[in-house]
């Protein structure tokens, strides 16, 4: 279950007023935010942590009602783990923010500098976004996380989670709020919107002028249908269909472990390999081996012919297999005549997030890496290293599969633009 | 007169299939591009700028039809001035194209690099955009130097000129072709739509599969138009209403100076000054003495009450004149209060292009460059600065007044954008 799809047209009208106000508020704030120096975001950062810790009765009291109301709703149990906070989740909701006030305050950095023939001193320096909007669905350490990272980066928050964990969102935000204005910044710093229509989500995504990015995190057709709406730029990836292409000449031991850690060892997440890609020359003595394995541990395989004459206790593939996200313990299978058939097939499956080679030549490797068009590719390693925490940003906004502004997994840094900044002494243009 | 708005949705969906096929060929191009190197890129782009030469006589003819059109159909004589090639306008479009190819090439940097804990060697390297579709206006030589930028960053470009232009466009496509083609590679580098319906513009700009970003250029109905209909990012500016803020410690005969540059230079360009804001304390003395040569250089000026109690001869000021783009010899002038008073009228009614303080004091100059959110922000010197040109960016792609991707003046890096490249040598995520 995901957020409903913001409304059309027609519905949002009525809403326009109170969009608008919420997204003026937040841009005051934002102003103000800008002002504000690392040590006043650490203090309220580290006001939210123990805020969050020292409220955390109150938090459990109210997520045991939302709980009730989901089952009373009869949601799933996956779903209902998701929306359960305990004492340990707390903790580590708590740690996290924790570890965003540790990283490094990326506003305010020269990115370059230089000084033109004329004299002028040319600086690109960086700033916050602005104001964030971000659409989510029932996780509420969502919540603590994104207010944090907003905080960090300077930016002003609108957050719109799910309904079926409102109120948890809500005592969470209270919190946040507080700690907020512990540090004499301002409340509107983080806003949650704690009306579910989504007739006023429809017209929140009307508001270029005050929201400077919305960031949708939740199922593909939410994410469509935000694309589709939103006049504001939309940072969003749709789905990770990941693809590891197992070369010739690739060391088959090392490809087994791969794949092996790629599908199995956390299948339900964007990063986990969907399609195994292996190399006709290879396939006879790799893939046996590897089904082998991946089957005794459960995972369901659904393979091309040429697949199924080396293994045929895989099911057959059908052309959706390709293009699908299965994130669960399900992996196609397809054997390819060379590496341009490997290529070929993830620009046409793909899904522009992960892709994996295993190869140990070079030229193999140099082409993979630049004809694979995604936003992380993955030498002789696991595509589950996909990840912001893996590549050392710290706490990850999420990841994009967009090209513009940024790509693959994102950081506070990408929270953030730059302005020119040029200083003179009198220069004219002549 | 500028390109006609894109269509409905009505009328678009006539025109989805050819739309489609059109993005599809600059994709399959653009996957070329992606492998063609740089003395290849640059050799085709020597060959347009020769092809231009060689084929002006041709240009001409073409471009004269064009003209006879447009006088028929009663355009402006300033219209007709930019829809006009001479020999000296081609040799100039040769010569930026030439230019481009001098740049570096910005396809294979490495932005940053490093390796984590457990041996993973991540890089973040510059690749292509992948596919530009441009929408612009009826300058001809826009066709040329969109194209050069588009090859030289390794992207296939699809061309929208005004439909004025049609005939001279088309004429310079087919030179541009040529060259792509002799270098090998693929013609439809460079593709330029022949159909002026706006309802297969419309239907491009759903083509969210093939196309990765739209560059639209023109007056501000037509961006505004682009970006609400599209579903492919836009990176654009409406509007530059530029200020410039006289502070009470300024330095006088530098602010005189600037802001007469700021106006008068080139006033229809959009980093030209259209508001002067002017601290109450130094008004008396300044405002006579600029005003005085502002109108002997043919400005009008339409001032605030405070700015006519000093300056009878000047207008008065209406609530849309702080709003207002001239793109003329007109200019607002504000008396304000203070510091504060300036940011707050540049936050209310400004366009986050590019706006300048002329003050000697440091607190205040640091206080306007924080607080100002404009892509630009200049320090004693002219607005006319802001330029991809004057800031060594080499041929200029735009002006973004965006904040995600690029901000202020673009060059050929921002139509580039990076993929994560991950080596390793067997890791498994644990």
Redesign the interface.
């Known amino acids: 279950m995901e957020p409903a799809a913001p409304g059309d047209a027609g519905g949002r009208e009525a809403w326009m007023g109170e969009a608008q106000a919420i997204g003026e508020r937040a841009r005051t704030a934002a102003?103000a935010l800008?002002?504000a120096n690392t040590n006043t975001k650490n203090a309220a950062l580290r006001a939210m942590a123990e805020g969050l810790r020292t409220g955390a009765a109150v938090l459990l009291q109210e997520n045991a009602a939302d709980i009730a109301d989901a089952k009373k709703e009869k949601l799933s149990a996956a779903m209902i783990d998701r929306l359960t906070l305990t004492r340990e989740r707390i903790e580590k909701m708590a740690r996290s923010i924790e570890e965003i006030a540790e990283l490094r305050d990326p506003v305010g950095e020269i990115i370059e500098g230089?000084v033109?023939p004329n004299g002028?001193a040319?600086q690109r320096v960086r700033?916050p976004?602005?104001v964030v909007l971000t659409i989510y669905e029932s996780r509420p350490n969502v919540t603590s996380d994104v207010a944090a990272l907003g905080l960090k980066s300077g930016n002003a928050s609108i957050l719109r989670g799910g309904k079926e964990s409102l109120r948890s969102n809500l005592a969470i935000h209270r919190v946040l709020a507080e700690a907020v204005q512990g540090q004499g910044l301002p409340p509107d710093a983080v806003q949650m919107i704690d009306n579910p229509d989504r007739d006023l989500l429809a017209a929140l995504l009307r508001q270029?002028r005050t929201i400077?990015?919305v960031i949708p995190r939740g199922g593909e057709s939410l994410i469509r249908a935000v694309?589709?709406q939103s006049?504001i730029?939309v940072?969003k990836h749709y789905k990770g269909v990941c693809h590891v292409y197992i070369d010739e000449l690739g060391?088959l031991d090392?490809a087994e472990?791969?794949c092996f850690?790629a599908k199995v060892?956390r299948a339900a997440t964007c990063n986990a390999m969907e399609t195994m890609l292996v190399h006709k020359n290879v396939a006879v003595r790799f893939l046996p081996r590897i089904c082998r394995r991946l089957t005794e541990s459960g995972v369901e395989l659904r393979g091309c012919e040429r697949t199924r004459r080396i293994f045929p206790a895989a099911k057959p593939a059908t052309e959706e297999d390709w293009y699908a996200e299965y994130l669960d313990l399900v992996l196609a299978i397809r054997v390819v005549d060379d590496l341009e058939q490997a290529i070929d097939h993830i620009?046409r499956y793909g899904s522009s997030h992960t892709d994996a080679i295993v190869s140990e030549d070079i030229r193999r490797v140099q082409q993979f890496?630049?004809?694979v068009?995604?936003?992380?590719?993955?030498?002789?390693?696991?595509t589950?290293?996909?990840d912001g925490g893996?590549?050392?940003l710290g706490a990850e906004v999420g990841i994009s599969t967009?090209?513009?502004?940024a790509?693959?997994?994102m950081g506070v840094r990408d929270l953030t633009?730059?302005?020119?900044?040029?200083?003179?002494?009198?220069?004219?243009?002549?």
Not at 373 to 382: A, E, F, G, K, L
Not at 402 to 405: R, S
Request: no cysteine.
């Open positions: 102003r800008t002002a230089y033109r002028l040319i700033v976004l602005g270029e400077d990015v694309a589709e006049t730029p940072i060391d090392m472990a791969i850690n060892q620009a890496v630049r004809d068009d995604s936003s992380s590719v993955m030498v002789n390693t696991s589950r290293f996909s893996e590549y050392g967009d090209k513009l502004h790509r693959g997994p633009t730059y302005k020119w900044v040029v200083y003179g002494n009198g220069q004219l243009r002549t």
